[in-house]
């Protein structure tokens, strides 16, 4: 079965930094999108970051372009998200996805940042 645990979320005040990690395990589709949404209280979720398995390319959203970064370690099966000069803004859980054929969702993490 496919599996997602996503982790690394916390409170953190403006201009600061987190990493998320999302590790997968239980796939075996050659190509596929991993990477992360959130979704704030009220809000719909939205994409944040998602890179591929064929060539590493990654997209990021325009609110978190140049303050965000998606990587990945292929050995682990993870993938992991950088947050930096974080934003009140950016307040939300944020949750790991897996694109194949299907779409598979982690746990979501909390993600505070204070003003």
């Known amino acids: 079965e496919v599996q997602l645990q996503a982790s690394g979320g916390g409170l953190v005040q403006a201009g600061g930094s987190l990493r998320l990690s999302c590790a997968g395990s239980?796939?075996?589709?050659?190509?596929?999108?991993i990477g992360w949404f959130r979704q704030a209280p009220g809000k719909e979720r939205e994409g944040v970051s998602v890179i591929s398995s064929s060539d590493g390319s990654s997209y990021y959203a325009d609110a978190v372009k140049g303050r965000f970064t998606i990587s990945r370690d292929t050995a682990k099966n993870t993938v992991y998200l950088q947050m930096n000069s974080l934003k009140p803004e950016d307040t939300a859980v944020y949750y790991c996805?897996?694109?194949?054929?299907?779409?598979?969702w982690g746990q979501g993490t909390q993600v505070t940042v204070s003003s």
């Open positions: 996805r897996l694109r194949t054929v299907y779409d598979y």
């Open positions: 239980g796939f075996t589709y050659p190509d596929y999108v």
